[in-house]
């Protein structure tokens, strides 16, 4: 009888530990230091403990992990593409030694797996993102190795019937009689031309279809795995399976490819097909990939274009002579969905479009953050008022202010004028217009925001979820000294306030911020007007 192919190193490694083991370290976990693993932190161990990278056991220690970076080679000659370290702070790392160990438990708290530290190290960030390329994003200072003994995976709440660990999926492949299986790798929705490209990897190979897209936790996976699931619809039902790899971006170009046909070959599959994003040469991925010894076969596929007077999908080649070859590609479709300009029906299916309208509303349908900044006394106040007033008018979108003054009323009242408390306060008052954005409401934000940093933060908080428009009040601190509407620079100038704005605290002055406004060359209703206008151009409103 056929089998499936070999995992990476011949054996599947699983680090669950039994129920005997696993309570007898919940008991020892209780006096150990403990790290609270970030999400890509979970997911990369969950990979670990269920087999996904193996034959890896634990942590990387520094010469594995030097070796991994220069060789792409573990220090015994294994051939792996991408470190795999735990990254922790100085102070976990003040309480660990090599012979220590380290409880590492989920967001929640729950317990994951034990850690036994063989060694700690400060990487170079630099070297590592020269090696890594993109991949590898912002990190704590403290790299520590060794290995793991897993004791319960996170709880996880959504998409739990498509989320199968290599184990399960052998499980499954078997089940089916599936002997040898062709796995698509992607990140992106599948539309029907990837539909054709992983359908003829599948076939050309002799093999059944695993849909295998990888999906980072907590990177906007819900609106992604709802599309690979309406394009399921059109695969064929006997021949095609769809799961969902959870693994973190740690790597890009031809380290990031081989990586995947590793994990692949790890959840049972002979071959891995992608779409060619042109970054690396399919020819050098199949060198590669032989001369590290992997069983698993690589197909790297020129993107299908489009060919309206045959209705058909081809490849670029094959295009008749007089004849062109149409092509989508992610950017252009996000830009027409953004636009709410039309995308061809040949491109994808009807319940797959339909989520990614949902997705990447146009900016009618978006939710927005105004965001205004300046001194004390500048009239951030009094233009928010009078633009909410106007929204409110027209209608079609809830309209929340947070006001510099009622915000320090609610939601921070324990909070004084340092630098950190106005940074914790503007954080909240982020945080907050960022859920009001995520749901499609108009976040009108009031405070003093001196920081640039900080108002940054809120930036990008923000814009993952709508539009974010910064409105420098910049009223001359002479005018607003001069109009002191509630006394405070009086008292501030004599001493009687400390840290005051513009006195004796710092205003960092925006940068590029959307718009800027001087009320005193405006009216409180020209003002306004000058905010509408720019929402109007942008098309928030109409
Ligand atoms: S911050 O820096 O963004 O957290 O400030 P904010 O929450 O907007 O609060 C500013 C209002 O608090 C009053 N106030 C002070 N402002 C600046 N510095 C000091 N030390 C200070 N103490 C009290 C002041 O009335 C600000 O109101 P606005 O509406 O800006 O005039």
């Not at 054996?11 to 008991?27: D, Y």
């Not at 790899?245 to 740690?250: D, E």
């Not at 046909?261 to 590669?288: H, K, P, W, Y």
């Not at 299916?349 to 001194?375: H, K, N």
């Amino acid at each position: 009888m056929n089998d499936l192919i070999a995992p990476c190193g011949g054996t599947l490694i699983k680090l669950l530990a039994g129920a005997g083991q696993a309570a007898r370290l919940k008991e020892e976990a209780r006096s150990l230091p403990a790290w609270t693993l970030s999400l890509d932190q979970q997911m990369e161990l969950e990979a670990l403990l269920t087999g996904a990278f193996s034959p890896l056991r634990g942590y990387m220690g520094a010469a594995d992990y030097e070796g991994v970076l220069a060789r792409m080679r573990l220090a015994d000659g294994t051939f792996w593409p991408v470190p795999l370290c735990l990254d922790i702070d100085e102070n976990t790392a003040g309480s660990l030694g090599p012979g220590s160990a380290l409880a590492l438990r989920d967001l929640e708290g729950v317990l994951v797996a034990v850690l036994r530290v063989a060694e700690l190290w400060r990487p170079d960030p630099a070297l590592e993102r020269g090696a890594l390329g993109n991949g590898s994003p912002d990190r704590h200072p403290v790299y520590v190795g060794g290995a793991v003994e897993g004791v319960e995976l996170p709880p996880r709440y959504s998409f739990n019937a498509l989320r199968r660990g290599p184990a399960e999926l052998r499980a499954e492949f078997r089940r089916r009689g599936w002997t040898r299986v062709a796995a698509w790798h992607s990140r992106t929705p599948l539309h029907a031309a990837q539909r054709q490209l992983a359908l003829s990897v599948a076939r050309e190979n002799n093999a059944e279809l695993l849909v295998h897209p990888q999906v980072v936790e907590g990177n906007d996976e819900y609106y992604r795995v709802r599309c690979y699931r309406a394009a399921m619809a059109h695969f064929p039902e006997h021949s095609t399976l769809l799961s969902l790899l959870f693994l973190p971006l740690r790597a890009a170009g031809m380290r990031d490819l081989v990586w995947q046909g590793i994990v692949r070959q790890n959840f049972g599959c002979a071959v891995v097909g992608m779409e060619d994003d042109g970054t690396v040469s399919g020819d050098e991925l199949r060198r590669l990939a032989e001369a590290a010894g992997l069983s698993i076969r690589f197909e790297l596929r020129p993107p299908l274009v489009y060919v309206e007077s045959r209705a058909e999908f081809m490849r670029p080649e094959a295009v008749p002579e007089g004849e062109s070859g149409q092509y989508l590609d992610e950017q252009e479709l996000r830009r027409r969905l953004a636009a709410g300009l039309a995308v061809p029906q040949w491109f994808s299916y009807p319940e797959v479009l339909a989520e990614l309208a949902e997705r990447y509303p146009p900016p009618s349908r978006q939710g927005f953050t105004l965001f205004f900044t300046g001194l004390s006394g500048a009239g951030k106040s009094t233009i928010a008022k009078a633009v909410e007033a106007k929204l409110l008018e027209q209608g079609g979108r809830p309209v929340s202010l947070l006001d510099g003054d009622v915000v320090r009323t609610h939601l921070s009242s324990e909070l004084g004028f340092s630098k950190e408390h106005r940074n914790l306060n503007i954080q909240r008052i982020g945080y907050v217009a960022s859920e009001i954005t995520k749901n499609g409401g108009a976040a009108i934000c009031a405070p003093i925001a001196p920081y640039a940093e900080m108002r940054r933060a809120v930036r990008r908080m923000i814009s993952r979820y709508g539009g974010f428009i910064e409105v420098h009040v910049a009223t001359p601190l002479d005018v607003c000294e001069g109009r002191d509407r509630k006394g405070l620079y009086a008292l501030a100038r004599a001493g009687k306030i400390k840290e005051f704005t513009g006195i004796s605290d710092p205003y960092e002055e925006p940068e590029n911020p959307e718009l800027r406004i001087d009320t005193s060359r405006l009216s409180v209703e020209e003002a306004a007007q000058s905010v509408l206008l720019y929402l109007e151009q942008q098309g928030y409103i109409a």
